[in-house]
Nanobody, 110 residues
Protein backbone atom coordinates (compact mmCIF):
# COMPACT_ATOMS: atom_id res chain seq x y z
CA UNK A 1 0.00 0.00 0.00
CA UNK A 2 1.21 3.47 -0.86
CA UNK A 3 0.75 6.62 1.15
CA UNK A 4 1.28 10.13 -0.07
CA UNK A 5 1.73 12.80 2.59
CA UNK A 6 2.89 16.36 2.99
CA UNK A 7 0.00 18.24 1.47
CA UNK A 8 -1.51 21.33 3.00
CA UNK A 9 -2.57 24.91 2.47
CA UNK A 10 0.00 27.29 1.06
CA UNK A 11 -0.08 30.72 -0.52
CA UNK A 12 0.77 31.38 -4.13
CA UNK A 13 4.52 31.20 -4.56
CA UNK A 14 4.98 28.92 -1.61
CA UNK A 15 6.48 25.46 -1.43
CA UNK A 16 5.52 22.01 -0.23
CA UNK A 17 7.29 18.68 -0.25
CA UNK A 18 5.23 15.57 -0.73
CA UNK A 19 6.42 12.14 0.33
CA UNK A 20 5.44 8.73 -0.96
CA UNK A 21 6.05 5.65 1.15
CA UNK A 22 5.06 2.04 0.83
CA UNK A 23 3.89 -0.09 3.67
CA UNK A 24 4.41 -3.81 3.44
CA UNK A 25 6.37 -3.38 0.24
CA UNK A 26 9.28 -1.44 -1.11
CA UNK A 27 9.66 1.28 -3.70
CA UNK A 28 13.30 0.39 -4.23
CA UNK A 29 13.87 -0.84 -7.75
CA UNK A 30 10.64 0.52 -9.17
CA UNK A 31 9.62 3.65 -11.01
CA UNK A 32 7.23 5.88 -9.09
CA UNK A 33 4.78 8.33 -10.57
CA UNK A 34 2.95 11.34 -9.22
CA UNK A 35 -0.54 12.24 -10.39
CA UNK A 36 -3.03 14.86 -9.33
CA UNK A 37 -6.76 15.19 -9.62
CA UNK A 38 -9.17 18.05 -9.28
CA UNK A 39 -12.77 17.04 -8.50
CA UNK A 40 -14.68 16.67 -11.73
CA UNK A 41 -11.57 16.43 -13.85
CA UNK A 42 -9.43 13.57 -15.07
CA UNK A 43 -6.39 12.48 -13.16
CA UNK A 44 -3.28 14.14 -14.60
CA UNK A 45 0.24 12.78 -14.66
CA UNK A 46 2.61 15.22 -12.98
CA UNK A 47 5.96 13.53 -12.64
CA UNK A 48 7.76 10.23 -12.72
CA UNK A 49 11.09 9.00 -11.47
CA UNK A 50 12.91 5.92 -12.64
CA UNK A 51 14.05 3.11 -10.43
CA UNK A 52 17.59 4.46 -10.25
CA UNK A 53 16.53 8.03 -9.66
CA UNK A 54 18.38 9.28 -12.72
CA UNK A 55 15.47 9.40 -15.12
CA UNK A 56 12.68 11.86 -14.49
CA UNK A 57 9.71 13.23 -16.40
CA UNK A 58 7.50 16.24 -15.74
CA UNK A 59 4.34 17.55 -17.31
CA UNK A 60 5.01 20.86 -19.01
CA UNK A 61 2.95 22.86 -16.53
CA UNK A 62 5.28 22.01 -13.62
CA UNK A 63 8.66 21.96 -15.34
CA UNK A 64 11.14 24.18 -13.55
CA UNK A 65 8.96 24.29 -10.44
CA UNK A 66 8.61 20.68 -9.30
CA UNK A 67 11.39 18.20 -8.64
CA UNK A 68 11.00 14.53 -7.88
CA UNK A 69 13.69 12.57 -6.09
CA UNK A 70 14.10 9.39 -4.13
CA UNK A 71 15.95 8.27 -1.05
CA UNK A 72 16.29 4.54 -1.29
CA UNK A 73 17.77 4.33 2.20
CA UNK A 74 14.48 5.70 3.51
CA UNK A 75 12.48 3.95 0.78
CA UNK A 76 10.75 7.22 0.08
CA UNK A 77 10.05 9.24 -3.06
CA UNK A 78 9.59 12.99 -2.84
CA UNK A 79 7.93 15.66 -4.90
CA UNK A 80 9.33 19.09 -4.11
CA UNK A 81 6.88 21.72 -5.29
CA UNK A 82 8.07 25.31 -5.51
CA UNK A 83 6.48 28.49 -6.86
CA UNK A 84 3.07 26.97 -6.35
CA UNK A 85 0.12 28.38 -8.23
CA UNK A 86 -3.62 28.17 -7.54
CA UNK A 87 -3.94 25.84 -10.52
CA UNK A 88 -1.74 23.34 -8.70
CA UNK A 89 -4.54 22.81 -6.22
CA UNK A 90 -5.51 19.13 -6.34
CA UNK A 91 -5.30 15.83 -4.56
CA UNK A 92 -1.89 14.37 -5.28
CA UNK A 93 -1.30 10.63 -5.54
CA UNK A 94 1.76 8.49 -5.94
CA UNK A 95 1.67 5.23 -7.83
CA UNK A 96 4.02 2.33 -8.28
CA UNK A 97 3.60 -0.94 -10.17
CA UNK A 98 -0.08 -0.23 -10.62
CA UNK A 99 -0.69 0.38 -6.93
CA UNK A 100 -2.27 3.64 -5.78
CA UNK A 101 -2.43 5.00 -2.32
CA UNK A 102 -4.50 7.58 -0.59
CA UNK A 103 -3.76 11.01 -1.90
CA UNK A 104 -2.81 14.17 -0.12
CA UNK A 105 -4.61 17.45 -0.67
CA UNK A 106 -2.64 20.46 -1.83
CA UNK A 107 -4.43 23.79 -1.72
CA UNK A 108 -2.79 26.91 -3.07
CA UNK A 109 -4.52 30.13 -2.16
CA UNK A 110 -4.36 33.19 -4.38
Amino acid sequence: QLQASGGGLVQTGGSLRLSCEASGNTLDGYAVGWFRQVPGKEREGVSCIGSNGESTWYVDSVKGRFTTSRDNAKDTVYLQMNSLKPEDTAVYYCTCMGYWGQGTLVTVSS
